[in-house]
């Protein structure tokens, strides 16, 4: 989702910086269907015709993935925000968003569900563990990562995704200046929280229909 430009040492724990950095909002956004979590995790990581080699319910959260990076990268709300980073980060305004809008996501967790952050964390690492076998190695490298550094629940609070930031300024081939990129999120809190709220309510509604439609494109093949 975000190709951001990188050198060759990555830090041990922190993401890759070719990968999408809202996972807590994909694996939300996947309905509780374990299929479609699978692929809505590995969609960064499957090219070309390794699409096919995939169970048709991992297939269609592939699909979903892609849709609902398109979604988010075209949105009026989210490009709003983006407008007041650019100035400062540049193309890395949009990586920097992902991760403002998993932050809100977990910190207003109980608004969209009524299981606990942290047991809907394990249960959704716990069902991708099931899928193992399916992962890309790329992917499978990095969901070790994932885990043990708790990514999903890391960006609940500042510091943690000031962490993220850091490690991911390091690796960049630009200067990028996102080792302060959690400041502009604690300067423009309110703001971006108005921004993401009612970004993501258009996003949920607009997942749930995508998924049914693509689940119905092949229903009876």
């Known amino acids: 989702m975000r190709i951001l430009g990188e050198t060759n040492e990555i830090p041990p724990g922190f993401p890759h910086p070719t990968i999408a950095m809202n996972y807590l909002a994909h694996a939300y956004l996947s309905f509780d269907q374990d ?21 048709i319910g991992v297939q269609d959260g592939i699909k979903l993935h892609r849709e609902i990076d398109t979604f988010t990268d075209t949105h009026p ?10 100035m400062k980060f540049g193309h890395y305004s949009t990586v920097i968003t992902d991760i ?50 708790n990514w999903l629940l890391k960006y609940r609070e500042i510091e943690g995704i000031r962490q993220t930031f850091s490690g991911m300024s390091r690796r960049t081939r630009f200067e990028s200046k996102m080792e302060v990129a959690h400041l502009s999120l604690l300067e423009k809190e309110k703001e971006f929280q108005v921004i993401f709220f009612a970004f993501f309510e258009d996003l949920e509604t607009f997942a749930r229909e995508k998924l049914l439609e693509i689940q119905k494109s092949h229903a009876g093949h």
Do not use: C
């Open 35 to 55: 299929e479609v979590l699978v692929g809505n995790f590995i969609g960064d990581f499957v090219k070309g015709r390794m699409m096919t080699s995939f169970p």
């Open 77 to 86: 709300l989210v490009r709003a925000g983006q407008s007041y980073l650019r």
């Open 100 to 149: 403002y809008f998993d932050y809100f996501l977990a910190r207003n967790w109980s608004k969209f569900s009524r299981i606990h952050l942290e047991e809907f964390i394990q249960h959704t690492y716990s069902t991708l563990r099931m899928y193992k076998s399916l992962f890309p190695e790329r992917f499978a490298n990095m969901f070790h990562l994932m885990v043990q550094d």
